[in-house]
Nanobody, 126 residues
């Protein structure tokens, strides 16, 4: 089992920045793909970014150039640096992990992920 706990959400004005963290514990070596997903009220959960083996990154088109995913293996922590935030980025953000042969495809398929955190709310006001 892998346990994931997110933190770092909050309220910010448009154009601002936030950094989300996801602390992993348990059987973490059973996963090689981690990601961030988000879900706004009334919408489906969507992929934001994934990272394979702590190195190769993939991003949704809507966040490219603004968000950056990274992983600190020593600390077993996943990060999401979010810059130039927009009101449409408002959502509950979730951390997820899985052992996958395609972290790129997993970005578009939340169902591929086995482990999930409880989420952290991000609210961006205009």
């Amino acid at each position: 089992q892998v346990q994931l706990v997110e933190s770092g959400g909050g309220s910010v004005q448009a154009g601002g920045s936030l950094r989300l963290s996801c602390a992993a514990s348990g059987y973490t070596y059973s996963t090689n793909c981690m990601g961030w997903f988000r879900q706004a009220p009334g919408k489906e959960r969507e992929g934001v970014a994934t990272i394979y083996a702590g190195i190769i990154t993939y991003y949704a088109d809507s966040v490219k150039g603004r968000f950056s995913i990274s992983q600190d293996n020593a600390k077993k922590t996943l990060y999401l640096q979010m810059n130039s935030l927009k009101p449409e980025d408002t959502a509950m953000y979730y951390c997820a992990a899985v052992y996958s042969d395609s972290c790129r495809l997993a970005l578009g398929s939340p169902g591929r992920f086995r482990y999930w955190g409880q989420g952290t709310q991000v609210t961006v006001s205009s």
